[in-house]
């Protein structure tokens, strides 16, 4: 006999509520069993403390079995129990309705750090009365990574002071040139430098490095550069200096020590004043740009080329020295790579057409004032996009 319409609803109603029903039975097992697995302490405890009910992670950190938590009073794991009972008391007096809070715990022999959350429970029954929730979560790891965060951001600060003192002052005035640097790092180390070394007998030496990356390895090498620069030139006082012997004394030295894993681009630049004669020579650092003394107004600068190898690339690279008419006037601009390849906010390049036509710009200015011109162009190029690469400028003008 078919069902009226009113049984027909009622059938499809039971059917349906079952069905929510057995929806809603499963959903509050899955989520029983997340609390139970869960790494974090979840109990319930009475206004005095004793265990109702815990998690895996409750007996786990009581040392007990699962079985006979409710035997256990939660104050029993704590170092300073009496500071655990009068936050209990507090939070039992319904004042608050959460309390947070740190304490130490001793699990398997090891003190750990938790982040405790107490906050009353009501429970069904109003025969167990105030029942209080209680969670802790291990921060120890966490504030581990803070602490040694802190140190290592201690130690890259002076690191950072330390390898500043590497380099020479942002203007250098002397009867023979007159240089004005820039030199911004992209983290707190950097893998640029630059130098200037006296070579006696009125000669210069101008060096400017790109060390492969940037940070506390790249720094590692510039100060290996820097301290390598000076022995040379210390042996080298009033001798005629080969710029090529520099840097292949250097790649030696480099690709023993770092075998093949850490390259650096160098350009290096010995001026002869009396002779009238610079020296160059490269391993795979940008061109220099230069202004020749009496050229006309907005010519284009000319790149200083010299080919050779990277730095720490292989052992037996080999360099070359070339020679080049200089007189007071000409003006040289070194540079590192980062400079023209950083990108601003819609990745566009800034580039070496950018920078040479900022150059031509600016030509007129003296040292100082060309240093600020191509600079204040280049970061407003970047705009508030952060430094991909480190970023140093050499601007050097011969004056005998």
Not at 65 to 78: G, P, R
Not at 354 to 374: A, M, N, P, Q
Request: aromatic share 8%.
């Amino acid at each position: 006999m078919p069902l009226t319409p009113r049984e027909q609803i009622a059938s499809a109603t039971m059917i349906a509520t079952h069905e929510v029903v057995s929806n809603l039975t499963r959903a509050k097992s899955a989520m029983e069993n997340l609390v139970h697995e869960m790494a974090d302490l979840t109990a319930l405890l009475s206004s005095e403390g004793r265990l109702i009910w815990g998690n895996v992670t409750t007996a786990t950190w009581l040392g007990v079995d699962h079985d006979v938590l409710h035997e256990k009073n939660m104050k029993d794991i704590f170092l300073e129990p009496e500071v655990f009972e009068d936050r209990l008391k507090f939070i039992s007096s319904g004042l608050i309705e959460k309390d947070e809070f740190s304490l130490v715990l001793l699990i398997n022999g090891k003190q750990r750090d938790i982040l405790w959350s107490m906050k009353p429970f009501r429970a069904v029954s109003a025969r167990r009365g105030l029942l209080v929730l209680i969670t802790g979560h291990d921060i120890t790891d966490v504030l581990k990574a803070q602490s040694d965060r802190a140190k290592l951001e201690n130690e890259l600060e002076t690191a950072q002071i330390l390898q500043q003192r590497f380099l020479p002052p942002d203007y250098i005035q002397t009867s023979r040139l007159e240089i004005a640097s820039f030199y911004r790092p992209a983290e707190q180390c950097s893998g640029d430098w630059w130098g200037h070394f006296d070579l006696g007998g009125d000669r210069d030496l101008v060096c400017v490095a790109d060390v492969t990356g940037h940070g506390a390895a790249s720094a590692l090498v510039t100060s290996m550069t820097q301290a390598l620069c000076l022995s040379f030139v210390d042996r080298h006082q009033n001798l005629d200096v080969s710029p090529a012997a520099l840097i292949s004394e250097i790649n030696g030295i480099i690709f023993k020590t770092f075998h093949g894993d850490m390259y650096m681009t160098f350009f290096a630049l010995v001026i002869a004043h009396k002779k009238g004669e610079i020296i160059a020579s490269n391993a795979a650092h940008n061109f220099p740009m230069v202004l020749r003394a009496g050229r006309e107004a907005k010519q284009n600068p000319e790149a200083l080329v010299v080919q050779g190898n990277p730095i720490g690339h292989a052992a037996d690279s080999l360099y070359l020295d070339i020679s080049y008419q200089t007189k007071a006037g000409d003006r040289f601009i070194l540079y590192t790579d980062g400079l023209t390849e950083c990108r601003n906010v819609d990745r566009k390049m800034y580039g070496s057409g950018t920078f040479r036509r900022s150059i031509v710009r600016h030509s007129g200015e003296g040292t100082g004032e060309l240093r600020d011109k191509l600079m204040d162009d280049a970061l407003s190029f970047y705009g508030e996009q952060p430094l991909a690469d480190d970023i140093t400028l050499v601007v050097v003008d011969v004056k005998k």
